[in-house]
Nanobody, 127 residues
Framework: QVQLVESGGGSVQAGGSLRLSCAAF???????????MTWFRQAPGKEREGVAV????????YYADSVKGRFTISQDNAKSTLWLQMNSLKPEDTAMYYC?????????????????WGQGTQVTVSS
């Protein structure tokens, strides 16, 4: 059974940066063996939304318009780790952030496609 474990959340002021990480454990042995890896976030009272996707096979990346140009998703296959570099943070980025993995990359923004989920890490941005 694959386990995903996020870390790196915290509290920062607007304009600051954070780097989230997601480590994969389990039979796959590597982030590379999970074709579609995505960072989702969910703020209180709001639906879970995808913010950044990486196709681990070819490295293609996709971003939600709300984070484009500020967030960068990357992978380190050797360490079985997924990263999310978040710069120029805004108060509206405040949410619980989750990494998720899907066996296929179809509609990569649809949370229902994802089989593996981490427990989440909280990001709070103050103005």
């Amino acid at each position: 059974q694959v386990q995903l474990v996020e870390s790196g959340g915290g509290s920062v002021q607007a304009g600051g940066s954070l780097r989230l990480s997601c480590a994969a454990f389990g039979y796959t042995g590597s982030i590379y063996n999970i074709p579609c890896m995505t960072w989702f976030r969910q703020a209180p009272g709001k639906e879970r939304e995808g913010v950044a996707v990486i196709y681990t096979g070819d490295g293609s990346t996709y971003y939600a318009d709300s984070v484009k140009g500020r967030f960068t998703i990357s992978q380190d296959n050797a360490k079985s780790t997924l990263w999310l570099q978040m710069n120029s943070l805004k108060p509206e980025d405040t949410a619980m952030y989750y990494c998720a993995g899907a066996p296929i990359c179809g509609n990569h923004w649809y949370a229902g496609n994802y089989r593996y989920w981490g427990q989440g890490t909280q990001v709070t941005v103050s103005s």
